[in-house]
């Protein structure tokens, strides 16, 4: 079974900066497609960004220019550098493995996921 833990969030003022790590369990990492996902209270889960196995990226047009996903194959750790932080951003992001290894923006395409970690952004 693969796993996925989130680190890195917490509370930061408007305009700041957080990077989100989340690891993986498993020696197939690099086949997978991963991608980040945000839901803030009362709102649907939203797609963020995506990375393929093929380092393509994928942006939401809310976070682009501001945030940054990257990945580390030997680490088997995939990130989220989030710049220029909103109080919009607020929210639980989570991350998410998707075996087809392109960066899809829907969340059904997506076969594993994390347990979230928490992100506040103060005006």
């Known amino acids: 079974q693969v796993q996925l833990v989130e680190s890195g969030g917490g509370f930061v003022q408007a305009g700041g900066s957080l990077r989100l790590s989340c690891a993986v369990s498993g020696r197939t990492f690099s086949s997978y497609a991963m991608g980040w996902f945000r839901q803030a209270p009362g709102k649907e889960r939203e797609f963020v960004a995506a990375?393929?196995?093929?380092?393509?990226?994928y942006y939401a047009d809310s976070v682009k220019g501001r945030f940054t996903i990257s990945r580390h194959n030997a680490k088997n750790t995939v990130y989220l550098q989030m710049n220029s932080l909103k109080p919009e951003d607020t929210a639980v992001y989570y991350c998410?493995?998707?075996?087809?290894?392109?960066?899809?923006?829907?969340?059904?395409?997506?076969?594993?996921w994390g347990q979230g970690t928490q992100v506040t952004v103060s005006s």
């Open positions: 998410a493995a998707s075996r087809s290894g392109y960066d899809n923006s829907g969340t059904w395409e997506y076969d594993y």
């Open positions: 990375i393929s196995r093929s380092v393509r990226t």
